[in-house]
């Protein structure tokens, strides 16, 4: 028996794999000889663009309640204020294009919905910068009250139909978007 346990052992010993070197690239090229972080190279700017700030306000109020929009869908802003973007005079009030990027609708247990919206144009003239709005986040106090309830069977449940706020863009609200 001892035979046999000791050819088991000596088997596993020879069939492990052998592990090489294990080398950090990041770690090498990052630091120096001394272990200290290296300086940065000098980076060269060649062609350094301006940036224009365009403030834009949504048209007419958007919410995620209810099934109007769905993603892909136009959703008209206007400039509050005048603006030159490539030798072109804006005025204010001028439409502003922009898709909605995603929608999450609000869940059970308090879960808030989300909205993103983005692919800003005017003119055709692509804007940088994109709206993140997230509504009215109830888990945070739903979760601990359900746990604390669930010292009762099936009492924490009833916390489960609390749904979270929804994602509202209001015209009162201004976003500054960029154009080059």
């Keep these: 028996m001892k035979k046999l346990f000791a050819l088991i052992i000596l088997l596993n010993m020879v069939s492990m794999p052998v592990f090489g070197e294990i080398r950090d690239d990041f770690a090498e090229k990052s630091l120096d000889k001394n272990l200290k972080i290296k300086p940065p190279k000098k980076v060269i700017v060649i062609n ?29 802003f206007e400039l509050t204020e005048d603006v030159k973007i490539k030798n072109k005079q804006y005025p204010k009030g001028t439409t502003v294009k922009s898709r909605l990027e995603t929608v999450s609708q609000n869940g059970a247990w308090g879960v808030p919905s ?23 986040n109830r888990a945070f106090w739903v ?16 916390f489960a139909p609390i749904r979270g706020g929804h994602a509202k863009v209001k015209p009162a609200q201004t976003y500054t978007l960029y154009a080059e």
Aim: aromatic share 10%.
């Design 114 to 136: 989300d909205v993103v919206i983005g692919n800003f144009s005017i003119d055709g003239i692509p804007l940088g910068g994109e709206i993140n709005k997230t509504g009215a």
């Design 48 to 76: 350094e663009s301006t940036m224009t700030p365009v403030k834009v306000r949504i048209k007419k109020e958007f919410t995620s309640q209810g099934n109007v929009y769905q993603e892909g869908d136009t959703i008209e």
């Design 143 to 158: 979760y601990p009250c359900a746990y604390v309830f669930n010292i009762l069977p099936g009492l924490g449940y009833a």
